[in-house]
Protein backbone atom coordinates (compact mmCIF):
# COMPACT_ATOMS: atom_id res chain seq x y z
CA UNK A 1 0.00 0.00 0.00
CA UNK A 2 1.57 3.55 -1.06
CA UNK A 3 0.94 5.99 1.64
CA UNK A 4 1.95 10.06 0.26
CA UNK A 5 2.45 12.53 3.04
CA UNK A 6 4.27 15.55 3.68
CA UNK A 7 7.60 15.61 4.26
CA UNK A 8 9.29 15.51 7.98
CA UNK A 9 12.58 15.93 8.57
CA UNK A 10 14.10 13.26 8.86
CA UNK A 11 13.04 12.15 4.71
CA UNK A 12 16.06 14.57 3.91
CA UNK A 13 18.19 11.61 3.08
CA UNK A 14 15.87 9.50 1.07
CA UNK A 15 15.00 12.62 -1.01
CA UNK A 16 19.00 13.11 -1.46
CA UNK A 17 19.21 9.67 -2.75
CA UNK A 18 16.35 9.50 -5.06
CA UNK A 19 17.03 13.22 -6.94
CA UNK A 20 20.66 12.22 -6.61
CA UNK A 21 19.93 9.04 -8.72
CA UNK A 22 17.61 10.63 -11.06
CA UNK A 23 19.49 13.48 -11.75
CA UNK A 24 22.70 12.18 -12.06
CA UNK A 25 21.02 10.59 -15.10
CA UNK A 26 21.09 13.62 -16.97
CA UNK A 27 17.80 12.11 -19.02
CA UNK A 28 14.82 13.97 -17.45
CA UNK A 29 15.81 17.07 -15.07
CA UNK A 30 17.61 20.16 -16.17
CA UNK A 31 19.79 19.90 -12.60
CA UNK A 32 23.50 19.78 -13.33
CA UNK A 33 24.38 15.76 -12.93
CA UNK A 34 26.78 16.84 -10.28
CA UNK A 35 24.07 19.06 -7.75
CA UNK A 36 25.18 19.18 -4.56
CA UNK A 37 22.84 17.58 -1.91
CA UNK A 38 22.99 21.29 -0.27
CA UNK A 39 21.64 22.26 -3.36
CA UNK A 40 19.24 19.77 -4.50
CA UNK A 41 17.56 19.74 -1.11
CA UNK A 42 16.92 23.99 -1.04
CA UNK A 43 15.58 23.89 -3.94
CA UNK A 44 13.19 20.97 -3.27
CA UNK A 45 12.71 22.63 -0.03
CA UNK A 46 11.99 26.39 -0.81
CA UNK A 47 10.44 28.19 1.50
CA UNK A 48 7.24 28.66 -0.91
CA UNK A 49 7.16 24.66 -1.89
CA UNK A 50 4.94 21.82 -0.25
CA UNK A 51 6.98 18.90 -0.32
CA UNK A 52 5.73 15.59 -0.10
CA UNK A 53 6.94 11.81 -0.04
CA UNK A 54 4.94 8.19 -0.96
CA UNK A 55 5.86 5.42 1.29
CA UNK A 56 5.36 2.08 0.37
CA UNK A 57 6.41 -0.34 3.22
CA UNK A 58 7.85 2.41 5.10
CA UNK A 59 10.46 3.39 2.59
CA UNK A 60 10.38 6.67 0.70
CA UNK A 61 9.75 5.38 -3.17
CA UNK A 62 8.62 8.62 -4.72
CA UNK A 63 8.99 12.59 -4.06
CA UNK A 64 7.72 15.94 -5.22
CA UNK A 65 6.92 18.94 -4.52
CA UNK A 66 3.98 21.77 -5.11
CA UNK A 67 4.54 25.38 -5.35
CA UNK A 68 3.09 28.84 -7.45
CA UNK A 69 4.56 28.43 -10.78
CA UNK A 70 5.16 32.74 -10.89
CA UNK A 71 4.90 35.00 -7.89
CA UNK A 72 2.67 37.65 -7.28
CA UNK A 73 -0.47 37.79 -10.15
CA UNK A 74 0.61 34.37 -11.51
CA UNK A 75 1.04 32.92 -8.20
CA UNK A 76 -2.72 31.61 -9.22
CA UNK A 77 -0.97 28.97 -11.58
CA UNK A 78 0.84 25.92 -9.62
CA UNK A 79 3.82 24.17 -10.34
CA UNK A 80 5.32 20.45 -9.95
CA UNK A 81 8.23 17.86 -9.73
CA UNK A 82 7.90 14.98 -9.35
CA UNK A 83 11.22 12.44 -9.02
CA UNK A 84 10.47 8.05 -8.19
CA UNK A 85 13.19 6.12 -6.97
CA UNK A 86 14.60 4.16 -10.10
CA UNK A 87 13.52 1.02 -7.85
CA UNK A 88 10.12 1.83 -7.69
CA UNK A 89 9.81 3.09 -11.82
CA UNK A 90 6.46 1.29 -13.28
CA UNK A 91 4.86 0.44 -9.80
CA UNK A 92 2.07 3.06 -10.17
CA UNK A 93 4.09 5.54 -8.06
CA UNK A 94 4.29 8.82 -10.54
CA UNK A 95 0.51 8.39 -10.96
CA UNK A 96 -0.65 7.84 -7.51
CA UNK A 97 1.81 10.90 -6.51
CA UNK A 98 0.08 13.20 -9.78
CA UNK A 99 -3.17 12.39 -8.84
CA UNK A 100 -2.48 13.17 -5.21
CA UNK A 101 -0.69 16.85 -6.41
CA UNK A 102 -3.83 17.42 -8.27
CA UNK A 103 -6.13 17.24 -4.71
CA UNK A 104 -3.54 18.82 -3.03
CA UNK A 105 -3.26 21.75 -5.59
CA UNK A 106 -7.04 22.26 -5.86
CA UNK A 107 -7.02 22.36 -2.01
CA UNK A 108 -4.63 24.96 -1.76
CA UNK A 109 -6.68 27.44 -3.93
CA UNK A 110 -4.32 26.59 -7.29
CA UNK A 111 -6.66 27.50 -10.26
CA UNK A 112 -4.17 25.55 -12.78
CA UNK A 113 -1.44 24.07 -12.79
CA UNK A 114 1.90 23.72 -15.70
CA UNK A 115 4.95 21.71 -16.27
CA UNK A 116 7.29 24.68 -17.97
CA UNK A 117 10.32 22.07 -18.88
CA UNK A 118 8.31 18.52 -19.76
CA UNK A 119 11.31 16.67 -21.70
CA UNK A 120 9.89 14.98 -24.81
CA UNK A 121 11.80 11.75 -24.57
CA UNK A 122 10.73 11.13 -21.18
CA UNK A 123 7.55 9.28 -22.68
CA UNK A 124 5.93 7.70 -19.44
CA UNK A 125 5.54 10.85 -17.95
CA UNK A 126 4.23 12.76 -21.14
CA UNK A 127 1.98 10.24 -21.23
CA UNK A 128 0.95 10.05 -17.64
CA UNK A 129 0.58 13.89 -17.65
CA UNK A 130 -1.89 13.41 -20.57
CA UNK A 131 -3.92 10.56 -18.66
CA UNK A 132 -4.25 13.15 -16.10
CA UNK A 133 -5.88 15.64 -18.46
CA UNK A 134 -2.83 18.11 -19.19
CA UNK A 135 -2.30 19.61 -22.62
CA UNK A 136 1.09 20.04 -24.67
CA UNK A 137 0.78 24.14 -25.15
CA UNK A 138 3.87 24.54 -26.62
CA UNK A 139 7.02 22.98 -27.67
CA UNK A 140 10.60 24.48 -27.21
CA UNK A 141 12.83 22.84 -30.30
CA UNK A 142 15.84 21.27 -28.87
CA UNK A 143 15.61 22.88 -25.20
CA UNK A 144 17.21 19.72 -23.21
CA UNK A 145 20.73 18.47 -23.81
CA UNK A 146 20.04 14.82 -23.08
CA UNK A 147 22.60 12.83 -21.74
CA UNK A 148 22.13 10.26 -24.48
CA UNK A 149 19.71 11.53 -27.50
CA UNK A 150 21.90 15.09 -27.29
CA UNK A 151 19.70 18.30 -28.05
CA UNK A 152 15.94 17.09 -27.46
CA UNK A 153 12.55 18.91 -27.22
CA UNK A 154 10.61 20.23 -24.01
CA UNK A 155 7.47 20.16 -23.68
CA UNK A 156 5.25 23.05 -21.56
CA UNK A 157 1.89 21.41 -20.51
CA UNK A 158 -1.02 23.02 -18.53
CA UNK A 159 -4.43 22.04 -17.13
CA UNK A 160 -7.19 23.67 -15.71
CA UNK A 161 -7.97 22.78 -11.68
CA UNK A 162 -11.51 24.79 -11.90
CA UNK A 163 -14.28 21.87 -12.36
CA UNK A 164 -16.70 22.62 -15.10
Known amino acids: ?45 RSDTHTYVAEQDRQV ?16 VSNASFMVAPTARGLGVGRAMGEHCL ?12 FNFVVSTNESAVHLWQDLGF ?21 VMFRSLIED
Do not use: C
Not at 9 to 36: C, L, M, Q
Open 103 to 114: IEARRLGFRAMQ
Open 1 to 45: MLNIRPTINADRDAIWKIFHEVVSAGDTYVFDPNTSREDALAYWF
Open 135 to 155: KIIGTLPGAFRHSEKGYVDVY
Open 61 to 76: VGTYVLRPNRPGLGAH
